[in-house]
């Protein structure tokens, strides 16, 4: 019988709770989850592994989400599939702005985040 790879997601937020949340979530629900508290060390991240799904927060200290994806994509990076998870105004078109593949508003339901990470894992 061969084990088959949990889908990796990286969470990038800078609020303690928040992130510490997601992750402890997604681990419960049979997902691989690396942390970064801001832009920079997802990009560092990015240069170890490559993750199924970004989960994005856009206001964060150091790195913003937008110059993350800003810079992600201009060093060519392979596309990873992103959500925006924000309490950002007009979080949709934000969204679409810097191409992120879907989106999520704060507060959310747990349920709803599940619901969403699975859809997209769907995708890759």
């Keep these: 019988m061969t084990k088959t790879r949990q889908p990796l997601i990286l969470v990038v937020e800078d609020d303690d709770a928040c992130r510490d949340l997601m992750e402890e979530i997604l681990t419960m629900n049979g997902y691989a989850v690396r942390v970064a508290c ?24 150091v ?23 924000s ?16 989106w999520l508003e704060k507060p959310f339901e747990l349920e709803n985040l599940l619901a969403k990470v699975e859809l997209m894992l769907k995708r890759v």
């Excluded at 790195?63 to 992103?82: C, D, I, K, L, Y």
């Design 87 to 102: 309490a950002a105004e007009d979080i949709q078109a934000r969204a679409q702005e810097i191409g992120a593949d879907n």
């Design 38 to 61: 801001n832009g920079l060390e997802a990009l560092k991240t990015l240069e170890l592994e490559q993750p199924d799904l970004i989960l994005l927060d856009v206001k964060m200290p």
């Design 63 to 85: 790195m913003n989400g937008w110059e993350f994806s800003r810079r992600m994509r201009a060093e060519q990076r392979p596309h990873v599939t992103t959500m925006i998870v």
